[in-house]
């Protein structure tokens, strides 16, 4: 359906009457797509340039194709996927520099993007990382999902090595990047993997 007149109207409020030019999805679920194509048709309406469409590789596939993944909460439509970047590939885009990262953890098919904002370096996580009272910070991996621990581990060291201020997340508000945190994340997937292997 139609994008509710309330997006309009908190998007009028916070960005006046600027152009959505793109959308970057970290992940194909479908609370992250479904309102792209309700958007672009908006855009048209409106005889605005329609928004592209932007993802990391690993994630435009499935985006583009949901319903040949066996994985819950697809989108209902495919959204034709724009621009594809490789792992660690440079995004310019109004004087931004992005890097794009495979990023699996919530669900094995998840990207990560990061950029510096104002002078402070961000990461555009999706749903893969929470602040320390949501879950115990452990609200990022989902078995259901396709997650793992495994793979989770391997992005949590990676956002280590990024080691950025802000973690930009989809259903949270911005929260501080802390280390520590990140640290008991890294013990927390060793146990639940070792757990898991020795149930099997």
């Known amino acids: 359906g139609p994008l509710p007149v309330a997006f309009h109207e908190h998007w009028a409020k916070k960005a006046g009457d600027r152009i959505i030019e793109a959308v970057l999805v970290t992940h194909p679920h479908c ?6 194509p309700p958007l672009q048709a908006w855009q048209r309406t409106q005889g605005h340039p329609v928004c592209q469409v932007w993802a990391h590789e690993r994630v435009a596939a499935c985006v583009e194709s949901p319903f040949q993944y066996r994985r819950p909460f697809m989108p209902i439509e495919p959204v034709a996927v724009d621009r594809r970047f490789t792992d660690r590939e440079r995004i310019s885009w109004q004087g931004y520099q992005f890097t794009a990262y495979d990023m699996p953890g919530q669900t094995d098919l998840h990207a990560a993007y990061a950029t510096t904002i104002d002078g402070h370096k961000v990461v555009f996580s999706g749903d893969n990382f929470f602040p320390p009272q949501k879950w115990g910070g452990m609200g990022g991996l989902s078995g259901y999902n396709g997650g793992h621990p495994d793979l ?11 080691g950025p201020e802000w973690v930009l997340a989809s259903h949270m508000q911005p929260h501080p990047y802390r280390r520590e945190d990140y640290e008991a994340m890294l013990q927390w997937t060793g146990n ?4 898991m292997h020795s149930i099997s």
């Open 192 to 195: 639940m993997s070792a757990a």
């Open 152 to 162: 989770w581990r391997g992005s949590i060291t990676r956002m280590m090595a990024i």
């Open 31 to 36: 609370d992250h797509v479904e309102g792209i």
